[in-house]
């Protein structure tokens, strides 16, 4: 069964886009309107990852609130970190080490995954639904949620797409696979809870990397990253094509400014590398797309400064843009 933007109406992707349910929510308390952060620019809906505030010392819920607030933004997609802590889940349970490790870590590593597991099968709905109220209280919408896995079970697969409802996400965001037999398994529960699944790409982005994805499914959307995609070397066209071709099967997109391969595939500050920043928010605005476009921080943070203070240069910069 094919599904199209207007099946998942329940979310109003398409007939009441996230930009225009942000403008709903902000314009809902008169009282704190002045307080509330705003970047929606000229029709075109700027957000962040919460992973862009990785180096701040506090990653708890409301401290992320107050990061993304005091940076303007008012629409994110929310890495699972600080969601599944202010939902209880165990501590041992989150993060996880990198690199070589002893049999013990191992050891410890895989009970940790299982209590997290544990934890995410027998927990309720209420304590996401409280950090939706949290957010949208403070002007803060989140359109995305990322947790999900391929690797995870029938029932974490339901628990990630339930918390996502609860959360008001339109889409639920995860790493591109190529393996088809997961497209289609992802793709099933994502038809089941009118939530898309958009697969996330690196700088394996292409202008037919997503195609697997898009065949199987229309609940099958995308997560590009645009940064990425021309450090990985504009495969088959420029990131204005790839958008222009396809625009209805972006849930949201990252932005960030890397160089070519040619220069060396560096993450540097906005408007000094090889992105075409300004020519993506343009098209974006001429068009009149809804899809919310994501900051992402992954260029070092100067000293003196801090991951807030950099997220609102980044949102000033799409502000010039976009004027």
């Known amino acids: 069964m094919e599904y199209t933007r207007r099946d ?19 314009a809902s308390s008169v ?30 819920a409301e401290a992320t609130l107050k990061y993304i607030v005091d940076s303007g ?5 929310l890495m699972n970190g600080p969601a599944e802590s202010y939902a209880g889940a165990p501590a041992t349970g ?40 949290m957010y949208n209280d403070a002007g803060v919408k989140i359109f995305a949620w990322k947790c999900l896995n391929p690797n995870m079970s029938d029932e974490e697969f339901a628990y990630v797409f339930n918390a996502a ?14 393996d088809v037999a997961q497209l289609k398994r992802i793709a099933a529960f994502a038809e089941k809870h009118k939530i898309y699944a958009a697969y996330h790409t690196h700088t394996q982005g292409s202008m037919t ?6 065949a199987v499914s229309k609940a099958n959307m995308a997560n590009v990253d645009l940064g990425h995609y021309v450090a990985g070397g504009n495969v088959g066209g420029s990131t204005i094509q790839f ?6 099967r972006i849930a949201s997109f990252h932005l960030k400014d890397r160089t070519t391969p040619e220069h060396g595939a560096k993450n540097l500050a906005w408007g000094t590398g090889d992105t075409p920043l300004k020519e993506i928010l343009q098209t974006v ?12 921080l992954e260029y070092d943070v100067p000293e003196g400064s801090d991951a807030v203070k950099e997220v609102a240069k980044c949102l000033q910069y799409c502000k010039a843009a976009l004027a």
């Not at 998942?8 to 902000?26: D, G, Q």
């Not at 309107?33 to 708890?60: C, K, W």
């Not at 990397?209 to 898009?214: G, I, L, R, V």
């Open 8 to 26: 998942f109406a329940k979310l109003a992707l398409a007939s009441m886009p996230a930009a225009a349910l942000l403008e709903r929510s902000l």
């Open 209 to 214: 990397a997503f195609d697997q994805a898009f």
């Open 243 to 248: 958008l222009k071709k396809f625009h209805d």
């Open 94 to 133: 989150r993060g996880g080490g990198r690199g070589q490790q002893t049999p013990e870590q191992q050891a410890a590593q895989r009970a940790a995954a299982g209590q997290l597991k544990k934890w995410r099968l027998s927990g309720s709905m209420d304590k996401y639904k409280a950090l939706r109220k």
């Open 285 to 296: 605005k001429k068009n009149k797309w809804t899809m919310p476009a994501t900051i992402e």
């Open 165 to 178: 409802e609860a959360l008001g996400c339109t889409h639920t965001t995860l790493e591109l696979t190529d």
């Open 31 to 60: 009282l704190l309107a002045a307080e509330r952060p705003s970047s929606l620019i000229n029709g075109v809906q700027i957000g962040t990852i919460t992973y862009s505030y990785r180096s701040m010392p506090d990653q708890s």
């Open 73 to 77: 933004i008012n629409a994110i997609e």
